[in-house]
């Protein structure tokens, strides 16, 4: 169980992560 909670946290924060720098292209240019 843990182990799927852990994986879960791990997609959030890379989808997080991955949406704030695409954020950041966007507002680059």
């Known amino acids: ?3 799927t909670s ?3 946290t791990s997609q959030s924060i890379l989808r997080v ?3 704030a720098l ?3 292209l966007i ?3």
């Open 1 to 3: 169980m843990e182990h």
């Open 6 to 8: 852990d994986t879960f």
């Open 17 to 19: 992560t991955t949406l």
């Open 22 to 24: 695409l954020y950041c």
């Open 27 to 29: 507002i680059a240019q």
